[in-house]
């Protein structure tokens, strides 16, 4: 490859566009480097470094055979500002679900942009929509759609049993809440299992705060003789803040949901120990339930949790 040209690659990370080799080269040096297979174009007027194509996967779309991080520098370049990625794309912008290799990136622009969907690229057409504020923000300096846009958006295209995660994760980052989500779902009145996702807002709004808390929620922890309690109840003791699952303010009953993985090793467990006993020191009796029990033993669970607010009450 010219060394000029080389230099001008190696600057874009890999990634070159017609335009800013041809202010450089003369067009048959960028298209020798083409045709003796240095650069490939992944999408109209954009190439990049040939090796960092995955090349056990020439059956896919150019594109998806990049890194996603490339990937998406490279459809930012193809839509030269006139969109912002979203769905999927966005999620793996923001940190919130990596992009699966193989896949097709998401863009979204104005109705009446000049574009349309290419191989591997999925283009998302929207009425008033402009690839700026407020719509777009830029993150890891590329253009995105706002955050709550994503995770609705990529609500459906998600498999069922992963659609949570990602929107679980965002209200317990405090990325986002589960009010503005649902003003995000209001602009979407026909999203594939909808209502799925505004009964999941709600329970992030009551405070459960992963799908194990939300379970206890549903089939638990709620009904005839259970208390109102607090979910994520906020307390300080001394120089140490924690935040119970369950809290039971007039009994003093502080109910923990223990995952599949909690537990996995004795410091987490003396850690867990340490607590308690902290919590003891107010008077607050810690009862642990894990997983397996809460999810095979449910009216066991139930009627422990009765029994022992009885008591303490």
């Given amino acids: 490859m010219n060394h000029v040209l080389r230099k001008l690659v190696e600057r874009g990370g890999g990634l070159v566009t ?9 067009a048959w040096t960028l298209q020798r480097a083409c045709g003796d297979g240095d650069l490939v174009r992944v999408l109209p007027g954009v190439l990049v470094a040939a090796h960092l194509l995955d090349v056990t996967r020439r059956d896919l779309p150019a594109i998806t055979r990049l890194d996603p991080r490339l ?3 490279a459809v930012c ?3 030269q500002g006139c969109g912002a990625l979203s769905h999927l794309s966005a999620l793996d912008v923001w940190g919130l679900r990596r992009h699966v290799a193989g896949q097709p990136l998401h863009l979204s622009a104005p109705a009446e942009a000049g574009l349309r969907s290419r191989p591997g690229v999925v283009l998302h057409r929207r009425l008033g929509f402009a690839p700026e504020p407020p719509h777009v923000v830029t993150r890891r300096g590329l253009p995105v759609v706002h955050l709550e846009q994503a995770l609705v958006d990529s ?10 995660a990602p929107v679980i994760r965002a209200v317990n980052d405090r990325m986002t809440t589960p009010g503005r989500l649902r ?4 602009s979407v009145p026909k999203l594939i299992d909808r209502a799925a996702l505004k009964k999941l ?3 992030l709004a009551d405070g459960c705060r992963s799908p194990l808390e939300i379970w206890g929620h549903e089939h638990v922890f709620t009904g005839p003789g259970m208390p109102e309690f607090r979910r994520q109840a906020r307390i300080r003791i001394g120089q140490r803040t924690m ?7 007039r009994e003093r009953v502080n109910i923990e949901l223990d995952g599949a993985t909690t537990h996995g090793n004795l410091r987490d467990r003396e850690i867990d120990l340490r607590r308690d006993a902290l919590l003891a020191t107010v008077g607050i009796l810690v009862v642990r339930f894990a997983h397996r029990r809460l999810t095979h ?10 029994a022992i607010l009885a008591r303490r009450g």
């Fill in 71 to 73: 990937g998406h520098r």
């Fill in 18 to 26: 017609r335009t800013a080799a041809e202010q450089v080269v003369p």
């Fill in 155 to 164: 609500w459906p295209l998600l498999p069922r049993d992963e659609r949570p």
């Fill in 201 to 203: 807002l709600t329970r």
């Fill in 297 to 306: 033993e449910p009216d066991e669970v139930r009627r422990e949790t009765l």
């Fill in 77 to 79: 370049a193809w839509a």
């Fill in 243 to 249: 935040y119970l699952d369950l809290l039971a303010e």
């Fill in 183 to 186: 003003m995000a779902l209001q």
